[in-house]
């Protein structure tokens, strides 16, 4: 450490642009490492199966013989409950972020976004807990078995809400303030000046709220793996248990050889593949994206 | 009318909100409570986990967190630290990073488990071991870590570089005095960051650090975090929810604890640089 006011040697700059040059290459390169070694690991299944076989097989039975590696099952099963659970967390995200910005007393809302930034830290596990012990059996005195698709929708809409909420209020705060003094001197009505200019000039925010929470429901693992019932098979209606990928994955690392763990990371590889093309989308949409 | 319609929608949406989300709290107070102690805070869980306590689960969880921030930080910091000063002199590179720690920050968890399975555990040979899951931990929150302190290193107005700059003060004398001391409260904050959402992670841990809920003796042992306490308890453990919620009370606590820090490091922050 030098005084202040004294430099330190001449080199010592030299020293400090190589070394923060050096950790920056190797951040850069840890996703490069992770997609690599990802594929790497996939790379024994999709060349002994064949990436064809991954979506034709008979079912998932990856230690019957001869061994069957259909993800397809929870692919979709992956899909539904990210759909169902965006579905319902984004009309309900909008509005309360709405709320937060138009409707509530001042008090109110900060309270709001208190309750929701708590539950934004609340993690996957405590909802997977909560869902597990008190909706499904819930679900199981009207539906049986209870463990099931819905229970996933249910369990991951409120998971993805805070970060659905917190997104669109930040979109929708972020519209000028002068933008909003116009409307009301042009004497648009309320709800006129919301649907009409108010939204519409968050787009951009409000689509990258939507697509990050999107990532964020289909990347989730310990809730769907505690509510859905776990069965690898094609769900036929909301009520079936269903198998999402993530699970998958966290249900069968511990005893997969070979062949069979090489497929798991087949499931991890389309999974990524999935999010990845949304961050794409997001950008070519024109989506603010901001993770956070 | 549509007045009407966006109001009722309005209030409809935010009081489901709290009304959903006052059932899911009020269900871990009322179900975590009444296993909490003192005395389940410092002893070892026993009978896999439905009677004792977690203390050596919260010990293995410190552990696996200081291997993660330790190694996190400095390299996030650095990382942060050229993409603010030095990375302007190399925009493609500059690029490059800034787009790989985004896609970073989107990958799913579960494939960071993957990766810490394969790479760290088996590949490098440290087994399911605290090192493992700490090092796993460390990939996830270098994102959250670079962002939040080239936040910090970025709202530092630009004058005082420029008199940095008229005085001859070398960049390390410009950064160790004046940049990093006044980045320092987003440096914490993208710390306690990093921690919370450490602090959450589940999935990444199952396959890395593994289950072992033994007080761990070195960096090799493999070990418990309270995440994973949780859900083996839910899941794995007829009879342990009782524990369970108590462990769960536990987590949100710790999480509701170091996100209030957060808030009040950057309030603190966005008032010292306006």
Redesign the interface.
């Known amino acids: 450490m030098s005084t202040p006011g004294r430099s330190s040697p001449p080199d010592g700059d030299a020293a400090l642009r190589a070394v923060t040059g050096l950790a920056a290459r190797l951040s850069g390169t840890v996703v490069v490492g992770i997609a690599l070694f990802v594929l790497w690991q996939a790379w024994p299944a999709l060349q002994a199966v064949g990436p064809l076989r991954f979506v034709t097989d008979a079912g998932w039975h990856p230690l019957a013989q001869p061994a069957q590696f259909n993800l397809l099952p929870m692919l979709v099963a992956s899909v539904a409950v990210t759909l169902g659970a965006m579905l319902l967390a984004g009309p309900l995200g909008l509005f309360t972020a709405i709320f937060m910005t138009d409707y509530a007393p001042p008090a109110l809302a900060r309270l709001l976004r208190g309750v929701v930034e708590l539950l934004a830290g609340v993690p996957s596990v405590v909802y997977g807990l909560w869902g597990l012990v008190t909706l499904v059996p819930l679900l199981a005195a009207w539906q049986p078995p209870g463990a099931s698709l819905l229970a996933g929708i249910l369990v991951l809409a409120l998971m993805i809400l805070p970060t659905m909420v917190l997104a669109s209020h930040a979109a929708i705060a972020g519209v000028a303030a002068e933008h909003r003094l116009t409307v009301a001197a042009l004497g648009f009505s309320c709800a006129g000046s919301l649907w009409g200019v108010l939204l519409p000039a968050a787009r951009a925010g409000l689509c990258g709220a939507l697509l990050l929470s999107t990532t964020r429901a289909l990347g989730e693992t310990m809730a769907m793996l505690m509510v859905t019932g776990n069965v690898a098979r094609m769900p036929d209606s909301l009520f079936a248990p269903a198998r999402t990928l993530t699970a998958n994955i966290a249900l069968e690392l511990a005893y997969a050889m070979d062949r069979h763990r090489a497929a798991l990371f087949v499931g991890g590889l389309l999974l990524t593949a999935l999010v990845l093309a949304l961050v794409r989308l997001a950008r070519g949409l024109g989506c603010a994206w901001r993770h956070a | 009318m549509?007045?009407r319609?966006?109001?009722v929608?309005?209030?409809?949406?935010?009081g489901?909100?709290?009304a959903?989300?006052a059932?899911?709290?009020g269900?871990?107070l009322w179900?975590g409570l009444p296993g909490l102690s003192w005395q389940f805070l410092v002893s070892a869980p026993a009978d896999a986990g439905r009677a004792g306590g977690i203390a050596s689960i919260l010990l293995a969880t410190v552990w696996i967190l200081a291997i993660a921030i330790g190694t996190a930080l400095?390299?996030?910091l650095?990382?942060a630290?050229?993409?603010a000063?030095?990375?302007h002199r190399q925009p493609r590179?500059q690029g490059?990073?800034n787009h790989?720690?985004?896609?970073?920050?989107?990958?799913?968890?579960?494939?960071?488990?993957?990766?810490g399975?394969?790479?760290f555990a088996v590949t490098l040979g440290l087994g399911f071991s605290i090192l493992s899951g700490g090092l796993t931990l460390a990939?996830m929150a270098?994102?959250?870590l670079?962002?939040v302190t080239g936040a910090g290193l970025q709202a530092v107005p630009a004058e005082l570089r420029q008199g940095a700059a008229a005085?001859?003060?070398?960049?390390?004398?410009t950064?160790?005095?004046l940049l990093l001391p006044a980045a320092l409260p987003a440096l914490l904050a993208g710390t306690l960051l990093g921690i919370?959402r450490a602090?959450?992670?589940?999935?990444a841990l199952?396959?890395t650090s593994g289950y072992v809920d033994r007080y761990p003796g070195s960096v090799f042992d493999s070990a418990r975090a309270l995440?994973v306490h949780?859900?083996d308890l839910?899941?794995n453990v007829p009879g342990g929810?009782r524990n369970?919620?108590a462990s769960?009370l536990v987590?949100?606590a710790l999480?509701?604890c170091?996100?209030l820090a957060t808030?009040a490091l950057a309030r603190g922050w966005q008032r010292s640089m306006s």
């Open positions: 549509r007045d319609l966006s109001a929608a309005a209030w409809g949406a935010a489901l909100v709290l959903a989300f059932w899911l709290i269900d871990v179900r400095p390299l996030g650095a990382t630290v050229w993409l000063e030095f990375g590179l490059h990073v790989a720690l985004d896609v970073l920050a989107g990958v799913p968890s579960i494939v960071f488990g993957l990766f399975n394969a790479f990939c270098l994102p959250i670079v962002r005085c001859g003060l070398t960049q390390w004398t950064l160790s005095r919370g602090l959450a992670e589940t999935a199952i396959f995440s949780i859900y839910a899941m929810e369970g919620y769960a987590l949100v999480i509701l170091i996100n808030h």
